[in-house]
């Protein structure tokens, strides 16, 4: 199963007018209390702030702006803290199969759970789980039934990944797979060669316990679209790197057209536990604040590290672009 775990965000705040209001994410960096500069709100991004930046746009004949006439959010961004607007909805049920399938793969729930994507950052994702315990994902998400929504997830995928692993990191000295569900990974890297290697997956009953060590090499395949707290999932990741080391992971990037296609992506399944939904932007930032570079061989696999292993050297200078946070 996938390494996800329940965060408890915190409840918005309301405003004067009773509305409710988010905290300013340049309040946040204030050493003197919660006094904002930029937006004069003592602290607070108040939702008329944001409502009245966008009827400006239309005064000013901007009526193209994609932001226009959605519906603003109290809740701010989970990566750079900016503000949100709705983005779409997408039944409880949905998963990634159901194109494939032609058809949904479950029966609609009728729950419609809502994405929010930052107007910063571009970090598309969804509170609706936000108050679960881990017990709830087990029993709603990562149950029996969870092999219907990701086929590829108990054999077929370990396999791929294990080769991609062995083909460009068989040289590091430890290897960790976070989130690697049956150890089917780990096992096929042990087999191959690479002898220490071990899997962590708090959803899974045999590989639950949580290791007390570092590791040279950290793989994380499907896991980040996961995890309600993109941030302390990182922190958590880039925590299990011995230096130099690194974090080799995949999760799928948003397509450029996400604002015109919004719930028609067919990676937006909340059935899949599929909840935060990286632009480049916000996987960038989501990496810096662990003070560790992110690289992109494309749109599914990424690495971060703060300082370069030899062995990893050859992988990394074959990326196709550092994503740097402006």
Not at 32 to 38: A, I, R
Not at 73 to 89: F, H, M, P, R
Not at 180 to 193: D, F, K, N, T, V
Not at 302 to 318: I, N, Y
């Amino acid at each position: 199963m996938k390494a996800a775990a329940s965060a408890q965000r915190p409840a918005a705040r309301a405003s004067a007018s009773g509305r409710p209001r988010s905290e300013c994410a340049v309040a946040k960096t204030q050493p003197d209390g919660p006094q904002c500069g930029v937006h004069a709100c003592g602290g607070f991004l108040m939702m008329q702030v944001v409502e009245a930046a966008l009827a400006e746009r239309l005064i000013d004949g901007h009526t193209s702006d994609p932001w226009y006439g959605r519906q603003v959010s109290s809740i701010s961004c989970k990566v750079c803290g900016g503000y949100t607007a709705l983005l779409a909805e997408a039944d409880a049920n949905r998963t990634c199969e159901d194109l494939k399938a032609g058809g949904p793969v479950f029966a609609p729930s009728g729950e419609l759970v809502p994405y929010l994507r930052c107007q910063s950052c571009g970090l598309i994702f969804t509170s609706h789980f936000d108050g679960w315990s881990h017990a709830e994902f087990e029993a709603r998400i990562y149950n029996a039934d969870y092999v219907k929504t990701d086929p590829e997830f108990v054999a077929e995928r370990p396999s791929r990944n294990a080769r991609i692993v062995w083909e460009h990191f068989s040289s590091a000295p430890s290897a960790l797979d976070y989130g690697g569900g049956s150890g089917a990974l780990a096992a096929s890297l042990r087999a191959r060669g690479l002898a220490d290697c071990v899997t962590y997956d708090p959803f899974s009953a045999e590989f639950s316990e949580r290791p007390a060590r570092r590791f040279g090499l950290v793989t994380s395949f499907e896991t980040l679209e996961h995890v309600p707290d993109p941030l302390g999932t990182a922190r958590d990741l880039a925590g299990f790197v011995e230096p130099p080391g690194v974090v080799f992971f995949s999760t799928l990037v948003q397509p450029d057209d996400i604002e015109r296609i919004g719930s028609s992506w067919w990676y937006m399944a909340p059935r899949n536990g599929h909840i935060t939904l990286h632009s480049r932007q916000s996987l960038g930032l989501t990496w810096a604040a662990q003070g560790m570079r992110c690289v992109s061989f494309g749109d599914v696999w990424h690495c971060a590290f703060s300082e370069p292993p030899t062995w990893a050297v050859p992988l990394l200078k074959r990326a196709q672009r550092e994503i740097t946070p402006a």
